[in-house]
C-alpha cells in the first residue's frame, strides 16, 4: 500500500495565529514529500518541494517565511502558515512520493480544510 | 513553464454515457498519470502510463499515451455516478521530481 495521512484534517484559526499540519507516509519512507494548495473547483497549487534533511525548495511567489515546512524524517513533513491571515484560508494537500519509487508516482494526504477568521 | 491544458473542463452527462477527457502538452514527458479526486479528499492515483502510444485499462476507464508522449486521453465507457469527479492529468519530467498537473476536468454523471 502507499497510504498518506493528514492532521488535523480542519482547523478553524483567528487571524494572526500560526497552524501546523503534519503530513505523515504511514506504509512506505517518503525521501520527497510535495505540499499542495487548492482552491475551489480548480487543480492543484504547488507550492514547495521538502526534501528530507534538507531546505524546501519553494515554487515561485510562495512565500517561505509564511509558509515554513520541516521534514525532519522519511515519514513526517509539517507546513506551519505562520500569522494566518482570512486569504490563506484554503485546502492544503500534500503528497509523498516513495523512496525508490517509479515514474515520479505520488500518494496523496486526505488534504486539511483550513479557514482563517 | 511546462503547461497541461485538460478538455474539457467540465462535463455533465447521464449514467450509461461514454466519454473522453484529454490531456494537451507541447512538452514531452516521461511518464504521465491520472488521478481522481472526490469533493473534500485528496487525488487518488488511477494510473501511470511510460511508452509512447501504451494504452491500459482499468475496469470501465481506458488510457491512452501519445505516440510523442505530449498527450494522453482518458475514455470512460458507460460512465455511473460513482465516476463522478475531478480528473487530474500529471506530466512527469527526467530531473525534476514534482509533477506537472493539468487544469483539471469536474465530470458530473447525473442518475
Known amino acids: 500500500g502507499a497510504v498518506v495521512s493528514q492532521h488535523p484534517s480542519r482547523v478553524i484559526c483567528k487571524s494572526g495565529t500560526s497552524v501546523k499540519i503534519e503530513c505523515r507516509s504511514l506504509?512506505?519512507?517518503?525521501?520527497?514529500m510535495f505540499w499542495y494548495r487548492q482552491f475551489p473547483k480548480q487543480s492543484l497549487m504547488l507550492m514547495a518541494t521538502s526534501n528530507e534533511g534538507s531546505k524546501a525548495t519553494y515554487e515561485q511567489g510562495v512565500e517561505k517565511d509564511k509558509f515554513l515546512i520541516n521534514h525532519a524524517s522519511l515519514t513526517l513533513s509539517t507546513l506551519t502558515v505562520t500569522s494566518a491571515h482570512p486569504e490563506d484560508s484554503s485546502f492544503y494537500i500534500c503528497?509523498?512520493?516513495?523512496?525508490?519509487?517509479?515514474?515520479?508516482?505520488?500518494?496523496f494526504g486526505p488534504g486539511t480544510r483550513l479557514t482563517v477568521l | 513553464t511546462q503547461l497541461l491544458e485538460q478538455s474539457p473542463q467540465f462535463l455533465s452527462i447521464q449514467e450509461g454515457e461514454n466519454l473522453t477527457v484529454y490531456c494537451n502538452s507541447s512538452?514531452?514527458?516521461?511518464?504521465l498519470q491520472w488521478y481522481r479526486q472526490e469533493p473534500g479528499e485528496g487525488p487518488v492515483l488511477l494510473v501511470t502510463?511510460?511508452?509512447?502510444?501504451e494504452v491500459k485499462k482499468l475496469k470501465r476507464l481506458t488510457f491512452q499515451f501519445g505516440d510523442a508522449r505530449k498527450d494522453s486521453s482518458l475514455h470512460i465507457t458507460a460512465a455511473q455516478t460513482g465516476d463522478t469527479g475531478l480528473y487530474l492529468c500529471?506530466?512527469?519530467?527526467?530531473?525534476?521530481?514534482?509533477?506537472?498537473f493539468g487544469s483539471g476536468t469536474r465530470l458530473q454523471v447525473q442518475p
Open positions: 500529471a506530466g512527469a519530467s527526467t530531473g525534476r521530481r514534482a509533477l506537472t
Open positions: 506504509d512506505f519512507q517518503a525521501t520527497t
Open positions: 512538452s514531452v514527458f516521461s511518464s
Open positions: 503528497s509523498a512520493g516513495k523512496a525508490g519509487g517509479r515514474f515520479n508516482e505520488q500518494f
Open positions: 502510463v511510460v511508452t509512447g502510444g
